[in-house]
Structures are given as C-alpha cells and as structure tokens.
C-alpha cells in the first residue's frame, strides 16, 4: 500500500489526467443520450484542464513551496531558491486550471498554452540532465517526463477538437 501511495503522489500527473478522465466519464454517463462530439470533447477538455492544469498545478505548487527537499530531491537536484519560484509559478497556472474549465475557449487556451511552454521546457531540461548528468531520477526521467511531453499534445489536440466543432456550429 506505501508503494502504492508513493507512485500515486509522485506520479501526480498522471493520477491527476486519470482522475480527469474519470470524472468526464461519470459526466457523460449522466449527460442526455445520445451523445454528440462536441458533448465528448466539452467533457474531456472541462476535466483536463480543471485536473490536469488546475489541481495538477496547485499540488506542484505546494511541494515546490512547503516540501522543496523533497520536491528537489525527487527530481534528483539539490534543492535552491529556484523550488520557491517553480511552486508560486504553478501557484498562477493551478488557479487558471481551476477558473478556465468554466469559461470560454480563450480561457481555456490560456490554461494550456501556459503550462504547455513550461512543460515542453521542463521536458528539454530533463533530456539535458539525463545526458549531461545521467540523472535518471524518477522526478526527471520517469512519468514526469513523459507528461511533460504528452500532455501538452493532448490539452492542443483537445482545445483543437472544440475549436473545430464551435466553427461547425
């Protein structure tokens, strides 16, 4: 179970995208039958962003603020001023996360296109540090590092999906 909760929490941003995904569902099986694209993708992109830039953000926030050893240590870096500076930074995106799902597509654009520089830039961070410094540290190299790239791809794809279904309306 340690195990467990340890993968779950240090792993937040794919137990937060899983926790979106979850939530669309029960949200869609509540929703009028039949169901359309565009009921689909409101779904999907509403909880991706309230989950995977809002509550994702605050708790990144809050470890790099209140636990920045263990924030910096997990990333396999000595721990700096900078901890302060990521975690009020993710502080700013959480909170947009957590307005923009019930606002209109500009708002929901800012929510991802935010997140998406830092996380794209985080993701060339760690491929320099698995090369230059061989850290391979599950915060650099692990799960982290794939969602630094794949959720940028899916939050573009989904707010594209909307956008494309809003001109055909």
Sequence with gaps: ???????????????????????????????????????????LLKWFVFFSMGVSYIYN?????????????????????????????????????LIAPWRGFD?????????????LGAAGGHIYQMITAHNFAPGNAGIIFWSDIFLPVIGFALLWLQHRHEKRA
Excluded at 11 to 39: M, Q
Excluded at 109 to 117: F, N, Q
């Design 61 to 97: 926030g809050i470890f790099h603020v209140f636990f920045g050893d263990l924030a910096a240590s997990y990333i396999g870096w000595a721990n700096s001023p900078f901890q302060l500076e990521v975690g009020f930074a993710s502080f700013g995106f959480g909170l947009i996360g």
């Design 107 to 119: 708002m929901r654009l800012a929510a991802i296109l935010g997140p998406s520089i830092f996380l």
């Design 1 to 43: 179970m340690r195990d467990l909760i340890a993968f779950v929490m240090g792993n937040f941003t794919l137990t937060f995208f899983v926790i979106g995904l979850i939530a669309s569902a029960i949200g869609l099986a509540r929703a009028p039958k039949p169901l359309t694209g565009p009921v689909i993708i409101e779904a």
